[in-house]
Structure formats: C-alpha cells, structure tokens
C-alpha cells in the first residue's frame, strides 16, 4: 500500500477514481487476498456508493461502520458491538473493558468497511492498532474510506454524549456531564430519565477508581438509607449493589460488607418487575461473586460449591447464546478454583466437558479450556501432554497469546533443549513466531535467535522466518506512514477551516 522511495515516504492513499484502486478491489476479492489494513480516499458521493456495493457483496462478513466528527459519532469500539450500549454507564464500561482485555471477536467478519467523513480521533486510531498489531486478528482486514473533503451525512438522531465522554474526554470532563445530566433531569418530569441520570451519577463514584476506602463505605451507607436511592428501578440499584460488592471485594477491606451488598441485590431481584430470566442470570453472577470471597478468604471447597450452583441457575435460561457463554464461563471458573485446591482430576473432568461446549460460533473459547489443561498437567508433573496442549492452543492462532502462555511457552522449550529435544522446542518457537502479533516484534526476533541457534531450520525455513519479520516490520511503518499523512490532512484543514 505505501511507495517506498529511498528510506521513508509518506504514505498517500489509494485513489477511489484510479485504475490503482480498481486493481486493488481485484485483489479483495480473490481466496489468496492478504489481509491488512488497507486506506482510500474519494469524493464522498462515491465512497458511499463504494461502500454500499462491498456490503451488499460481502454481506455477514462484513460490518460496515461510519465515523464523523469525535462528537457525533460513537467511537469505534462500540460501533464493533452489535447492540451499542450508549446511556448505561456500566453497560459502556463494560465494553471499553472487554476490547481492551479480550479485543473483538469477529464471528463471521473478515472485512471492517470504515467511512472516515472527517477525520479519526486518537482513541479510533488506537482501536485499530489494537485490531490489527496487538490482536492479530485471522483473515480480518481494516478499509478505511476517506472523504475526500467533509460532508454532513445522515447520521443517528441520538447519539449519547456519556458514551463518547467515557472515550473521548478525560474523567473529570465525564463526571462534569454526568452532574449537568442529573441536573437537567431533575428539571423534567420523567422519572425514568431521573432515575437514568441518578444511576449513571452513583455507578461514576464506583467505577472511577479510587484509594479512599471512606468512599465505598459512604456509597453503602447511601444505598442502604437514603430514600433517593429508591428511586431508582431494581434492575439498577441490583447492579450497583453488585459493583459496589465486587469493589469491597477487590480491595479485599470489607468481605463482610460484600456479603451484605449481594444480599442486598439478592432481595431487589425478587421483585416481580423482572422477568426470571434477567433474575436467574444476575443470581449466577451473584454466585461468582460470593464465590470470590471464599476463595480470597481460603474456603475453596465452599467457592466451589458456590460456582456449581450458579451453573444450575444457568442451565434454567433458556437455550441460546447467552447460556451457552455462561455455561464455559462458569466451567472456567470451577476448573480453576479445582486446581488452586489440587483437585487436578476433577478440574480435568470439567475441562474435559466445557470442551464439548466449544464449537462452531464458541470455538473461539478452546484456547482458554486447552491453557487450564496445560495449567493441570504442569501441576501433575505431565510434561508430555503439557507438551501437546502447548502445541494445540499455539496451533490455533486465535489470535492472541497472553502474557502467562508466552511465558510458560519459553519456559518449556528451555526444558526440552535442557532434555536435548531441540527439534520439539523449535517448533514451539516456530508457532510463537507465527503466532505473536506485530507488537511483539522485539520478543519475536530474541525467539528467532534462539530458533537460529539450535541448528534445526534448514536455510529455506530460516529465510520464511526472516521473511515474516519483515512483513511485520513493514507493517509497524505501514501504520507510522498513515499516522503521519492522517496528522497532516488533520492540519491541513484545520489550517483551512
């Protein structure tokens, strides 16, 4: 995508107009297509008209995302989701959380269609690093369509200020909304806009991180006698309760208090305006969430207790996707409290069943089930079947290894060349270097100086790994080069504007 003239060019965008662009649309759309991220810019009535032909050509493997103004539009994390969560504060969080602990799981997509209509801000720009440098995503390619010059477009009549704040601004900018918001509600007659307003200002003291233990106990005080806190409906004061449980927790000050906050939320969730299943899916968490306490405090045995009774709430919901997450979820959650107890057997067991559970749309959850089991043969001593399930989960390529399983991966190959198995430790060397994305260039090249020096690659597979390392390098100044021309067409219209 950019010329490279001598030691660096800026990169300059394929031209919506030119035979280049038509050439590169060619190549999209054939099997061997490598993908990547990929920058055109155009007049704004045929970049739309682009990007509708490529929906309409690739259909559910495409999601088609439009980006204007930083305050117009919602950021790009939450326009991946497919249901956007805009006015609940802890519904935003959430999601911020999730793409920067887990990323974006694509499902079916492969291609993200992009329409820049401005400009993108840091925090876009950023996603999509993530997207395509730190998560590795497989087969998933980044279109980004510029407008040529900024047009108005038809965009959403209600676009939530709190959902791009909690992006866009700093905190205190945040918390600032969040009071004029309570402010105006209380102008209204509404009282489900007041209790919105009211539930988004108490779930902020929550959710902003904070070294002032007097605050949480304030925050209990209020939610246990303050009328005010009646106000709102039992689904939001169950789920402040909740946080607020799980922020005793953490801190590890008040287990006490944490209890009385779940059994708290435990009796709001009787109330008969909440259909059962909502109910029975916050009873699990609740579960998850006393389960915590225990194993902090050491009682593992009753955690687990705790951990299979939220599993039989979850098999009452019905069938569905939601059951389906939940059912790994809280497998994943009893394997890992058997092996901190030394139940390695039983904890395969579970494994050995949530297994089952991943396939078609959930396969995306084997990795996390096949590095338990690596966890559980480490602890027996198997260092063989540590071996095999090493190979598996790095075999997969989902797109990310965490830090532990890189860790454990280099760790184990040190064992084999210790055992003089170096061809068993170059393959796991060789899936790492395949495997890790292109932010992990600097801990791919020490592996593939400890790969060179075991004498196992013949010149042709030498000469493929130092192929991949450049193809990652030049994605890394791909990216600078388009930072760089993204800055000076920003500068250049606000010189203009």
Known sequence: MPDQEGEREIMKPVRLESTDYHDLRSTWFRASHEPGLFVVEGRSDIVQQELRKLSMHWQDQAIRLVLDDAYHTLPFIYQLNPVHPIDDLVA???????????????????????????????ADLGAIHHLLYRQKLKDVSVLLFFHQYPVSVNLPQHVSRLAISLV???????????????????????????????????????????DNRQRYKACFRFFSQNSIFQQLSSAQQAILWFELGQLLTKNG???????????????????EELNEVYRIGKEAALDNGEALIEMQEGHISRAIELEKRAGMRIRELPPGPDRHVFQIQTALN????????????????TLLAAE???????????????????????????????????????RMKTGSIPSKLLQRSIELAGVLIQQGEEER???????????????????????????????TESPVAAATQQQLTLKLELQLDTWEQFKHWHEGRESGWAIHS
């Open 92 to 122: 935003c969080k959430n999601a911020l959380l999730r793409f920067h602990r887990a990323g974006w799981a694509p499902g079916p997509r492969k291609w993200i269609l992009v329409e820049v209509v401005s400009g993108l801000h840091p």
């Open 168 to 210: 866009r601004d700093i905190p205190e900018q945040t918390r600032r909304l969040l009071n004029e918001q309570l402010r105006i509600a209380g102008r209204h007659d509404k009282a489900q806009h007041k209790a919105l307003a009211l539930y988004n200002r108490l779930a902020w003291v929550l959710l902003c991180k904070s």
């Open 253 to 271: 000050d008040d287990y006490a208090a944490a209890r009385k906050c779940y059994a708290q939320a435990r009796a709001v969730l009787e109330h």
């Open 334 to 349: 009893i394997a890992g409290l058997q092996i901190r107890a030394g139940l390695f057997m039983d904890a395969e067991t």
């Open 356 to 394: 089952k559970l991943c396939t078609g749309a959930y396969s995306g959850w084997l990795g996390h089930i096949l590095q338990l089991k690596m966890s559980v043969y480490q602890q027996l001593g198997e260092q063989e079947l540590e071996y095999k399930m090493l190979i598996q989960v790095l």
């Open 425 to 455: 430790a170059s393959e796991v060397y060789r899936l790492l270097i395949a495997g890790l994305p292109a932010t992990h260039l600097k801990q791919i090249r020490l592996i593939r100086q400890a790969l060179s020096g075991l004498g």
